[in-house]
């Protein structure tokens, strides 16, 4: 076991992991950021996407100790200052971008690295964008509808 520190959301924290921690489990069950989910282990859904220092990650193909004093940013930390739904999930809500909720922190993460890129994106590259996440309720539509209106494009979106 060792103790392993970054800076999450904001805030430093430390946590006792071992050296094979994924980073996903490190932040669940070593912080109790429960946001970050875990829906594959295999790094095909997307469902665990963090950033760290400023890159979207898959946390359940990264080691805990590979980002040590690293950035990390998590869904609970996409929230306003005041506890409000920023403005990604803020559409994610209005445009009913979010079905069972599984995959939901993954896209919101995607979104706004995204965005951070590439602040107007078409239907196209949003679709592109949001390749490396599954959303098994099937409910892209809404999703790309969602990233369209966070950027601040109120588009229709073709039907799938």
Do not use: W
């Not at 996409?78 to 896209?107: E, K, R, Y």
């Not at 078409?122 to 679709?127: D, G, L, S």
Request: one cysteine or more; charged letters at 15%; hydrophobic letters at 40%.
């Amino acid at each position: 076991m060792a103790k392993i520190s970054m800076t999450v959301n904001g805030k430093s924290v430390a946590a006792e992991a071992e050296g094979r921690t994924l980073l996903s489990a490190y932040l669940r069950e070593g912080l109790g950021l429960t946001g970050t989910h875990i829906g594959c282990d295999t790094s095909q859904c997307g469902s665990c996407v963090v950033h760290v220092d400023g890159v979207a990650v898959k946390s359940c193909s990264v080691l805990a100790m590979d980002v040590a004093g690293a950035q990390v940013r998590t869904i609970e930390g996409m929230a306003n200052a005041d506890g409000s739904l920023g403005v990604i999930q803020q559409a994610f809500q209005d445009c009913h971008g979010l079905q069972c909720g599984f995959c939901t922190p993954g896209m919101v993460m995607t979104t706004a690295a995204l965005l951070a890129d590439n602040p107007h994106p078409t239907e196209a590259e949003v679709r592109h964008g949001l390749e490396g996440n599954i959303c098994r309720c099937t409910g892209y539509h809404n999703i790309v509808r969602a990233v369209l209106t966070a950027s601040g494009q109120n588009m229709s979106v073709a039907a799938e």
